[in-house]
């Protein structure tokens, strides 16, 4: 356990590198902070755990299907698709704000993944408050990193 989070933590660190300074130009414009935080990136991170005799080959291949899916999500900056070492798969999710995090891993979503996966999902939020690029930053394009 205490891998997988050391692993979500280097994920989320390095997806916030690639992040646009949203929450730095809502508060450069005048906007409250009431709307600032309306508007602050957040982080969406997601476990679940991987059904018995469901091989990383087959996972890999369920999260390729999807790209398209999340290629139009409504308020989806960035995702990375994630594998743990303790057999659980996921995602860390840049999304442009909380309202539209939350609008994707609704009742619906979670009630799905149970059924479909057998297990419920974790999701954890995560507000941006800021947001860096460090000197290796680029645009990534979906593709497998293996």
């Not at 954890?124 to 000197?135: A, H, K, N, S």
Request: glycine share 6%.
């Amino acid at each position: 356990m205490k891998r997988l989070a050391e692993a979500m933590v280097i994920t989320l660190m390095l997806f916030l590198c690639v992040a646009a300074p949203a929450t730095r130009s809502a508060m450069a414009s005048g906007q409250t902070a009431a709307d600032a935080a309306a508007s602050t990136l957040v982080v969406a991170v997601v476990k679940i755990p991987i059904p018995a005799g469901v091989t990383r080959a087959q996972v890999v291949a369920g999260m390729v299907k999807t790209i398209p899916e999340y290629e139009k999500l409504p308020g989806l900056v960035r995702k990375y698709y994630a594998l743990s070492d303790d057999g659980k798969y996921g995602g860390v999710y840049l999304f442009e704000n909380r309202k539209a995090a939350e609008d994707h891993f609704n009742d619906e979503w979670r009630a799905n993944i149970v059924k479909t996966r057998g297990a419920p999902a974790e999701v954890t939020y995560f507000d941006v408050p800021i947001v860096i690029e460090g000197p290796s930053a680029q645009k990534p394009q979906a593709r497998l990193l293996q």
